[in-house]
């Protein structure tokens, strides 16, 4: 079983929703990645949370610590924000820290 | 720009072969890590290196090789041994303290 779960695995939406992508992680983080992957392979980081809210342009993440949950979420969303989103949570596994990766979220924007 | 650079992009061998897949960073960060993608899942972890000449198995390593006698340098050679090495393999570096920066992968295809 995956420590870090993504839902919905598959979303469709219309130029300008408001989208909503969730994180769970069944045990205790340093910090939480949102990450975004192009059909071309490519990973860009978006944001590494450990409490609280960050906000970079269309794009807001908040965790709770306590519910072990995270949220991503793109204001007017547009068909370029296609793409697969990633969370993955910071985990201490023995003596190191390492991140263990959700399967992703595929985000389709139609115009 | 700083940045992780993995080449090639595309590579093909037989079955059978050794193949050494390059990953390179100017971003004078410590860290480096080896990530393992394939269809449906999230992202593995193969090898990491906290340091010039030292370096650590992950979770998925049986089959593979890493050294790192630079710091800018991380190569994996995927050996004969790996039973299924066609995948897509992602290169990340950190800093301490600091988010990741990904590389835009190579798609090794095993025939």
């Known amino acids: 079983k995956n420590e870090v779960e993504q839902s919905p695995q598959n979303l469709t939406a219309q130029e300008g929703e408001f989208i909503t992508i969730n994180c769970s992680y069944s045990v205790g983080i340093s910090a939480l990645h949102w990450l975004q992957q192009h059909p071309g392979g490519g990973i860009v980081s978006l944001f590494m949370l450990s409490s609280g809210k960050k906000k970079h342009g269309r794009l807001i993440a908040t965790i709770n610590i306590q519910e072990k949950h995270s949220s991503l979420h793109i204001t007017a969303s547009h068909p370029r924000d296609s793409a697969v989103y990633i969370c993955a949570a910071n985990q201490l596994r023995g003596s190191n820290y390492k991140l263990t990766f959700g399967k992703g979220t595929l985000l389709t924007v139609n115009p | 720009d700083g940045g992780i650079t993995q080449s090639p992009k595309y590579l093909f061998r037989k079955e059978g072969q050794n193949v050494t897949l390059s990953c390179e960073q100017n971003?004078?960060?410590?860290?480096m890590y080896w990530y393992r993608q394939d269809p449906g899942q999230g992202l593995r972890l193969i090898y990491y290196s906290q340091i010039v000449n030292d370096f650590q198995k992950g979770d998925i390593a049986e089959g593979y090789s890493v050294s790192r006698e630079k710091k800018e340098s991380f190569p994996l050679t995927v050996t004969s041994a790996q039973k299924n090495p066609t995948a897509f393999y992602l290169c990340?570096?950190?800093?301490?303290?600091?988010?990741?920066?990904f590389g835009s992968g190579t798609r090794l295809t095993v025939v």
């Open positions: 990340a570096s950190k800093i301490e303290g600091g988010g990741y920066t």
């Open positions: 971003l004078n960060h410590d860290a």
